[in-house]
């Protein structure tokens, strides 16, 4: 896991004083309040961004970030000065209200010349000047410039970001965040001290409806600094090794009569709402094109609960058959489990047919017409491309260790899974690329596609050649880690003397290059060329389609609002909900897999609604008392758990818990009762107490509009004590 080598890293490099540590979460999980080694923000959920920006207004108010780097146009300008990364910070934007392109970048035709490219203004002329043609440009230039048919107003991406980030001060910056100002001064001074070496991470951060800001405002952050790629800097995931790609000895990327995905994805994502046929329609009627049904998310990327919303309300279009595989969205999409919701799921007019792949009978499961049963990661094949903060090239295999107790299928009696299913289906109604005559090797050779193994051995072999090749595995090791005995249809599925070097990789787990093999210099090894934005055209240009207002082009607070820009705080004031609740991932507890391990379940068999002592006491609440968490969407019941290490106002709610499927009750199948484990749904789950968002006409759970991230923190909430 990435988690654990992030952790591992981390602590070493604190205990052996290499490494200062902030770590801005509203609960302490696992010390991590050190004296002197670390240092424990307990902020307000969901103010992350403030934060952040209230860093930035810091770092320019005392001009503590790196001028020289900043000031470079272009990668060469960058690399003369030593640096393996570069920003738009000086390129021109034009902020001109009555030009055609305002919110947009200048560039040659604005005025009146031909070619590509971005303007500055260089530092050395004090003149307009491209940025690939610039050794420097001015940082923070604010100005008219001559255009083709007039002057026009410009400024900066680095002024634009001051000017948004100076929208409040530090102390109100520090307000909304909960902590003081001299926190908030204390962590920038500390990040500014290191010249390049600084870095920035998330997770749960951005699982909030104002995430956006904050995301890209933490991504800025090194970069003031000119961070990335660079020794003790930010960088990258390593690269991985070819394994489903056009590889070195089998193609699995393309195949004869292949057919690639287009058209607009039923999750509304990567998509211009004023490019739908809803808003070009509404406008030749001569009506307000907004606001759109439901939101469109033009920054939104891989959007399985927005989908699902989507499939709730018909819109953009029918979901005629959901299959659902490796997901649950029901448990982990806030606010897809409320009774409104389940309504609409039943009908069989919004979805006429569900099939689940899925290895017990989980909450989305248990609304499919079918469900066909999957294998276990012990039985499986996967190959894991490098993570993040795993910074040199790997790739990790996962191999079926034992026979996979499903039933078999099929011509070829494989064992039933969710590769399995696709196969035989594809088969069965004709698709290309299955079969008998599916891949073709680097000879131009055809290979069958009827198995598990016939895909991802093909892909090993990819990785097992990919540049030098490895070694074939000694007949020791053959025989010592079992691989000697592998099934005949595992050895047919590539050349045979390719066999012993694919056992070689299976055998390791993995292809890995030494974990030495970070740096170049002082710079990253896999460093790519990096341009870090500080104004984004695309996000600029891109409108809330609900309101129609633009969004933002750099990074400024931005509270959090319901999709027509009601502010949460006041459709469910403080005053009738004082808390905001926050998830939290639990050690001992995982999202799906460790719900089944016995001795996990004793050590940490139920989680609890954590709040702060302060709190508790001013309620008059005790440590192991039931209460009742009441959100303007939902309720759940759970036990409160007292401690100080919970930011005050704050809820917290350990993911992985509550179930009300999963194995936990009995279940018919066939006619016979499987027994259910009640310990399975012990716990609060924070998902169904998320808000649903009342300013739109549909179905739809609180997003946040121009990226689709879900209402997962910040949940408005109220206790009622139940004894």
């Known amino acids: 896991m990435s988690f654990q080598a992030l952790a591992r890293k981390t602590v070493k490099g604190v205990m052996e004083n290499k490494l ?24 307000k959920p969901s103010t992350d961004g403030a934060l952040v920006l209230g860093m930035m207004r810091w770092i320019f108010d005392n001009e503590k970030f790196d ?3 900043l000031e470079c146009p272009n990668e060469e300008a960058a690399k003369a000065i030593g640096f393996k990364s570069y920003t738009n910070a000086t390129h021109l934007v034009i902020v001109d209200e009555k030009h055609p392109n305002n919110r947009k970048f200048l560039k040659p035709e604005d005025l009146g010349l031909e070619g590509e490219g971005f303007f500055v203004i260089d530092k050395k002329t004090g003149k307009p000047e491209l940025h690939s043609k610039a050794i420097a440009g001015h940082l923070l230039y604010s100005g008219e410039v001559q255009g083709k048919t007039g002057t026009i107003k410009v400024a900066t991406s680095l002024y634009l970001l001051k000017q948004g980030v100076s929208r409040h001060s530090i102390e109100e910056y520090a307000e909304i965040c ?32 104002n995430a956006l800001p904050f995301t890209v405002a933490l991504w800025i952050l090194p970069a003031l600094m000119g961070a990335y790629n660079m020794k003790g800097g930010m960088a990258g995931n390593g690269p991985s090794f070819k394994a489903f790609a056009d590889g070195p000895k089998y193609d699995l990327a393309a195949f004869e009569g292949q057919i690639k995905p287009s058209g607009v994805k039923i999750s509304r994502e990567q998509f211009h709402y004023e490019n739908t046929t809803e808003y070009k329609n509404k406008v030749a009627q001569g009506k307000k094109p907004y606001p759109s049904k439901l939101p469109w998310h033009t920054n939104g990327m891989s959007l399985d609960g927005q989908a699902m919303f989507s499939a709730l309300n018909k819109y953009p279009y029918q979901c005629k058959i959901l299959v659902n595989c490796f997901a649950n969205p029901i448990y982990g999409t806030p606010s897809l489990y409320q009774e409104s919701m389940l309504e609409e799921l039943k009908k069989t007019s919004n979805i006429p047919l569900i099939i689940s792949v899925d290895i017990v009978m989980g909450e989305t499961t248990a609304y499919a017409d079918y469900i066909v049963p999957d294998t276990s990661i012990y039985e499986q094949w ?3 491309p490098v993570r993040a903060n795993i910074n040199t090239k790997m790739t990790a295999v996962r191999y079926p260790i034992i026979e996979p107790m499903t039933p078999k299928v099929g011509s070829n009696k494989q064992p039933i899974s969710m590769e399995t299913y696709l196969i035989e289906v594809a088969k069965k109604i004709g698709m290309p690329g299955f079969g008998d005559n599916a891949i073709k090797d680097a000879d131009g050779k055809m290979w069958p596609l009827n198995t598990r193994e016939d895909y991802f051995i093909k892909a090993i072999a990819n990785m097992a050649y990919d540049g030098d090749a490895v070694n074939g595995i000694t007949e020791e090791d053959d025989k010592i880690t079992g691989l000697d005995s592998i099934p005949s249809d595992w050895q047919a599925a590539i050349k045979p003397d390719e066999l012993f070097v694919v056992k070689n990789i299976i055998a390791k787990g993995g292809r890995f290059e030494a974990d030495t093999n970070y740096h170049d210099g002082e710079f990253m090894k896999y460093g790519d060329p990096v341009k870090v934005c500080f104004y984004s055209e695309n996000l600029a240009n891109s409108r809330n389609s609900i309101t129609g207002a633009y969004n933002e082009g750099a ?10 820009g009601t502010l949460v705080d006041k459709a469910y004031p403080s005053e009738e909900y004082p808390f905001r609740v926050c ?28 709040i702060n002592a302060s709190d508790a006491k001013e309620l008059g609440l005790n440590d192991g008392q039931e ?6 969407s939902n309720k759940a019941k759970g036990v409160l758990k007292v401690r100080q290490g919970v930011a005050r106002g704050s809820l917290g709610i350990s993911f992985g818990y509550g179930k009300w499927e999963y194995g936990s009750k009995d279940t018919t199948i066939d006619g016979k009762v499987v027994t259910g484990e009640s310990l399975r749904a012990t716990g609060i789950a924070s998902n169904p107490l998320a ?6 006409k549909g179905k739809y759970g609180l997003s946040e509009v121009i990226t689709g991230t879900h209402n997962r923190n910040g949940i408005r909430a109220k206790i009622v004590p139940l004894s």
């Open 20 to 43: 200062k540590l902030a770590v801005i979460d509203p609960f302490m999980q696992g010390g991590t309040d050190i004296p002197g080694k670390t240092k424990w923000i307990p902020i």
């Open 67 to 69: 001028g020289k780097f």
């Open 178 to 209: 909960g902590i003081s100002a001299n926190q908030i001064a204390e962590i920038a001074k500390e990040f500014t001290s290191h010249g390049h070496k600084v870095a920035v991470d998330t997770l749960g951060g951005t699982n909030s409806v």
């Open 382 to 384: 996967a190959m894991v």
């Open 555 to 564: 990074p400024v607070w931005t509270p959090e609002t319901l999709a027509d």
């Open 583 to 610: 998830s939290s991932k639990a050690k001992l507890r995982g999202v799906s897999m460790l719900n089944n391990c016995p001795t996990l379940q004793v050590l940490s068999d139920t989680n609890y609604i954590e």
């Open 627 to 632: 209460v009742m968490v009441e959100t303007p």
């Open 691 to 696: 808000l649903i968002d009342n300013s739109v």
